[in-house]
């Protein structure tokens, strides 16, 4: 996809980059790992710092609310099932080194508030504890 591209591939990059629509961004995400048009950036983001975290049914756990009080974390308390199993596995991701667990860390959270505000104007469902994602 270029600048040139319009209609319904251009509002499906837009959708993808704001909230992963489980049966719609899968392939989005897919096809914008191999895009280097800019529309294409913000949906790659979406999917490094956000969508690659959700799944599995994980709750944060005694030790998760420890590193995110030790860091100064608040998150919110309306925060979704599948956005606390996301942080979970953001902050139990082994391939981060302490300084860039943090920023993950607050990256989606920031996401995660983003796709639920998404949701909320455009009355979309809880569909994204089900997005089975492999973009790579």
């Known amino acids: 996809m270029d ?3 319009a209609g319904p591939a251009a509002e499906l990059y837009s959708l ?3 909230y992963p629509k489980r049966g719609t961004c899968e392939d989005v ?3 914008a790992m191999h895009d280097d048009a ?3 950036q913000a949906v790659k983001a979406e999917y490094e710092g956000y969508v690659r975290y959700l799944g599995g049914d994980a709750i944060l756990t005694e030790a998760d609310r420890q590193y995110l009080s030790q860091h100064g974390v608040r998150i919110p308390g309306d925060l979704t099932a599948s956005n606390q199993a996301g942080l979970h596995n953001v902050i139990n991701d082994r391939a981060l080194s ?3 667990r943090l920023l993950a860390v607050n990256n989606f ?3 995660a508030i983003q796709a639920e505000l998404y ?3 455009n009355r979309c469902a809880e569909g994204t504890k089900n997005v089975d ?3 790579r």
């Open 3 to 5: 600048a040139r591209a």
């Open 29 to 31: 995400y897919r096809q």
């Open 98 to 100: 302490a300084e860039a």
């Open 133 to 135: 994602m492999v973009a």
């Open 119 to 121: 949701c909320r104007f």
């Open 109 to 111: 959270i920031s996401r």
């Open 16 to 18: 993808c980059a704001f």
């Open 38 to 40: 800019i529309p294409a």
